[in-house]
């Protein structure tokens, strides 16, 4: 019996193929039943986003399951195989368990440590046992891989720091403000990704938002959009007399606003710390303002640089996260080497054994003046008792091959086998 | 045995001061904890210390330099505690443990004798006077060690090189409240101990004010600090500026309590 994944991702596959074989709606438990009815698989589970298609899979023959998946698919999206063979990969057992921890952790993302990814395999594993296609050993590898994600989470900082321009905006901000809710901000102009960052401030807790468009009107849908207030852009350095957060974009040819003026500004506001942010280019504020003392100008190339730190940053975290997915991929397998049926028959025997022994120990302790006649009579009692005990699970876990991983976790919990296995 | 457990608590506060120094290369979310532990072992220890002297010679034990030194980074430790308490920035440690060390070495290169009070000091003048002085520069020192630490993540904002310390350090804004805090904590304990000194000195020695040393230097560091004050009242001189008038401060603090006692004669020799 192995576990194996089949599937293709952003790195294997184009978006194209990735929408061709994409599981959605109706269709995906369609697919998952129709995968479930296919011989020679016991267990399954399927994940499909936007940038893999993977099948959990656990069965015999690995191999054979392989090509009868493949058939499935093609028959299933009817598309050609050779079209999306050379997009597929294929691991089996320890690759296998490894790769579905990887995924969990979100080391195989196209943006490492992004969060979505842990969900989406959580819900793809829930409904796969809600609809009953996965069972003992495809959950716990679930849940496995979900505690190896959490393990990555705290104890590495993969996740921490900000991998977008809009977010490494907020970023900064929080290490210039105590806390945003009570800061004012002002939209300077408008853009794709401008818009993008103020909308990250608003949903950090900023609320006094105003917005200065040269084109009044379109300044007043963004207010509205932001539940703040249109200001006329002519009165602009009036606000920001008022203003701790400036996002700049605007079409200006040159600078809009002089050291001169953010001087006297400051002077003003009494030295109120401000965070300008210019992601014009060219670029609308006189880059020297940055000297002013409480003034922290960043530009696009600086946000910029930002992220491609905060992103050497995560790669090397990830290292540490490999090692930590490194260290559950062995406890894993060693779970599911402690159901192989032999060392399983091995330890029930040891167990007997001592219980045997110890019960013999205080017996002769309390009948010290028996004779050894009788004692070995006795002992012969015991093993007699013991053996037939253990006789018929051993008989079960010899002949079984259809539920020996359920008769073993059942035999290990009644037996009480467990001990040294942590359950949470 | 109050050398023991002197001793004892300058170990745990080299203890700290290593991890604190470990904290600014490494980071761990369990160092600023242990560092937490290990200085609040010291100061109970060192509280001890403090309790077995004052029953020895029976008044406050700031006596003569050891002691005073001693009481000092008491007192620092003390107000560093209750900050960790209310803002639980664990960095902090990393600035202010090394303050505490340096104090406590040089406290124990003192002698250790106590040395008597004069009967012209013994009054209650004597301790009201004493501890307002050393709190007051207590927080003072606190306020230092958050305005170094202001200066360093300005740095890397102004200078956008965000690696090192950037992510470990708190906000400006917070660095700047607290530096302010602690000063607004401070200046009045000061400005307290100097009136009542002032008081004191007329009731002891029969004149309001001789222009001791201490009392210049004391007067000097008064005037550093109310300027502190009135610029980021007046002026709105906040952040950089505040963060570099507290070092300086600081530095006056510290001269007019080592400086002034071992380079000139005066009548506040700590005894």
Redesign the interface.
Known sequence: MDISVIGLNHKTASVDLREKLAFSGQKFQEALMGLKNLPMIDEVALLSTCNRVEIYVYGRNSEKTYETIKNFLSIFHQIDKTEFEPALYFYTNRDAVKHVFRVASSLDSMIIGEPQILGQLKEAFDFALNKKTTGSILNRLMKKAISTAKRVRTETRIAENAVSISFAAVELAKKIFKELPGKSFMLLGAGEMAELAARHLISNGVKDVKVANRTYERGCELAKEFNGKAVRFEDFLKELLYTDIVICSTGATEYILKKEQMQKIMKDRKNKPVFIIDISVPRNIDPDINQIDNVYLYNIDDLQQVVDNNLLERRKEAEKAEAIVEEEVEKFLKWLESLDSIPLIISIRQKAEAIKKEELEKFRHRFQNLDKEHLEAIEHLASSITNKLIHPPTIALKESSEDKELLAMAIKKLYGLNEDEEEE | METIVFELALTFYFAATLIGLLEIFK?SKGLSKLLLILTACGFVLHTLNIIMRYYTCGYLPITGMHQATSFFAWCIVLIFLFLQFRYQIGIIGAFILPIVFILMLSSSTFPRGIIPLSPVLQSYWFNIHTVLAFSGNASFAIASGVGVMYLL?EYY??S?R??GL??R?P????LD?INYRLITIGFPLLTIAIITGVLWAESAWGSYWRWDPKEVWSLITWTIYALVLHLRAI???????AAILSIIGFLSVLFTFFGVNLLFESLHIFG
């Open positions: 980071e993540q904002l102004k956008k965000l690696g950037f992510r350090l906000n400006l804004q917070i409240e002026k709105g001189w906040r952040g950089k500026k």
